[in-house]
């Protein structure tokens, strides 16, 4: 099949690899011109376990193709994804502006029938509005060709993606037009192998089914959090508490961990949006309301703990932290609670030294541009010297088993903030360690 992918960040150019590793033709289109050199060069802009040898495989055998021109791609195209960006506006709600834009050039420069797939988490009706984009453009046109809009949200995971695609939970079609779904069937089937995974529904619930499954991975996150805050008010110990309702099946282990809040490029815009989805339809949603007010207060829980410990003014002193990403695995930090972090205990006169695996460019060029006192490390042990503390906000595997010898050598004081619960296991108190965590006093 060829397929058009108009985007190329982490879902459109994960997707467009995926789909040309499965044998099909695939365009990755994107209007940064700088990004698709880089990619026309063999350079992936982004990190994403498995995705750059794929990426350079499928460019040798001629599967994956990279452009800035969509016109050119879109005439022999027999589907198109939109796979932009839908960033918060100024209200909260996801911006449309990048989807629509996409949409226009689209009713623009069809020259035969399409498959036109919304693959970008957009607001309930968006599909229409692409419509009537599309046709519009048509009209100008004075053309008449057929086209069929697709919601197919993607549920992906950063750090997992490439996994995520090849092997998905579910493939959600949302759609009314029994061509679209035969021809999706089609292109998904060898991603569901082993059974079908495919959920065809109506196009207003697929959009809402993105909004809704990020919206409840949010609540389990948020509500974890909250019951780790009267863990510690009430002398209880959240992980152990964790362990506890997890073996609930109904509840399960998943998504409950307590620890500095969920950030990211999905879950606070998707929240934001859907409380504001429903604000415009005439619903106060409450709970998700307070699933964001939650996060929000929560990002700064270690920050508090460190000037519980140290003070209110942390003029003099450095502490060292493990982690910049939202997550591991990733070198995105949108939204990473790293960020509010960092930045509380640099306003409070304190000197960071960072180190991340992979995010330290974006925190440097964008995420903590400007923001003075951090020093960037290449290693782990070396944020700690002359450190009173070592502070952890990201998982990643490296951090997990790390030599607390080491740590305590190198360190002012032997004292870790543990904003990830990653050390529980480790009877840190025992081997002299100040050790402070998220739910336990
Ligand atoms: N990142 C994730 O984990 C994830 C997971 C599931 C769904 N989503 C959703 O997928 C969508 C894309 O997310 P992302 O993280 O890949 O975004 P991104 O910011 O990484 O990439 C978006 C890309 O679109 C390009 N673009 C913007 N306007 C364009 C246009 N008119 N023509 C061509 N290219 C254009 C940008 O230059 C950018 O490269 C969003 O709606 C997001 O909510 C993201």
New binding site residues.
């Given amino acids: 099949m060829n397929i058009v992918v108009?985007?190329?960040?982490?879902?459109?150019?994960?997707s467009g690899t995926c789909f040309s590793e499965m044998g099909n033709k695939v365009s990755c289109?994107?209007?940064?011109h700088k990004?698709i050199e880089k990619l026309n060069n063999g350079i992936v802009p982004?990190f994403e376990p498995g995705l750059e040898p794929m990426v350079l495989k499928n460019i040798k055998n001629g599967n994956l193709f990279f452009t800035?021109n969509?016109a050119e791609t879109i005439a022999h195209a027999d589907v198109v994804f939109i796979?932009?960006?839908?960033?918060m506006g100024s209200d909260g709600s996801?911006d449309l502006k990048?989807?629509l834009?996409?949409a226009k050039?689209i009713g623009q420069t069809i020259r035969k029938q399409l498959v036109v797939v919304d693959?970008?988490?957009?607001p309930i009706g968006t599909a229409d509005k692409v419509k009537e984009t599309i046709q519009k453009e048509l009209d100008t046109r004075k053309a008449t060709i057929d086209f069929h809009v697709v919601s197919n949200?993607?549920?992906?995971?950063?750090g997992a993606?490439i996994a995520d695609f090849m092997k998905p939970d579910r493939v959600v079609i949302g759609s009314d037009s029994a061509y679209a779904i035969n021809k999706m069937k089609e292109l998904y089937s060898p991603f569901c192998m082993s059974h079908d995974r495919f959920i065809a529904m109506d196009i207003r619930s697929a959009e809402m089914t993105?909004y809704a499954a990020n919206a409840m991975l949010a609540t389990k996150i948020s509500f974890m959090n909250e019951i780790a805050n009267i863990c510690e008010k009430v002398g209880a110990d959240a992980n152990q508490v964790r362990i506890g309702i997890g073996s609930d099946a109904r509840i399960g282990y998943d998504f409950i961990y307590p620890g500095a809040g969920y950030g990211?490029?999905?879950f606070p815009?998707?929240v934001k949006a859907l409380k504001k989805i429903a604000e415009e339809n005439g619903y106060n949603a409450q709970l998700i309301t307070s699933v964001e007010n939650v996060n929000d207060a929560q990002k700064l829980v270690i920050a508090q703990k460190v000037v519980k410990r140290f003070g209110e003014n942390l003029t003099g002193k450095t502490f060292g932290v493990w982690g910049l990403a939202f997550k591991p695995g990733t070198d995105?930090m949108?939204e990473a609670p790293a960020i509010y972090i960092v930045k509380e205990l640099v306003k409070r006169g304190a000197k960071v030294k960072a180190y991340d695996p992979k995010a330290t460019l974006e925190a440097q060029h964008c995420y903590l541009k400007g923001v003075e006192n951090i020093e960037y490390v290449t290693s782990k042990y070396e944020v700690l010297k002359d450190a009173s503390a070592l502070i952890l906000l990201t998982e990643w595997k490296e951090f997990r088993s790390p030599d607390f010898e080491e740590i305590k050598n190198q360190l002012k004081k032997p004292i870790i903030f543990d904003g990830r619960n990653q050390y529980n296991a480790f009877n840190l108190e025992e081997k002299g360690f100040e050790y402070y965590q998220i739910g336990k006093n």
């Fill in positions: 108009v985007g190329s960040g982490y879902v459109g150019l994960v289109v994107d209007i940064d990004k982004i800035a969509l796979a932009v960006g839908t960033p996801a990048y989807v834009a996409v050039s693959k970008s988490t957009v949200p993607e549920f992906l995971k950063e993606a993105k990211g490029s999905c815009k998707d995105d949108r």
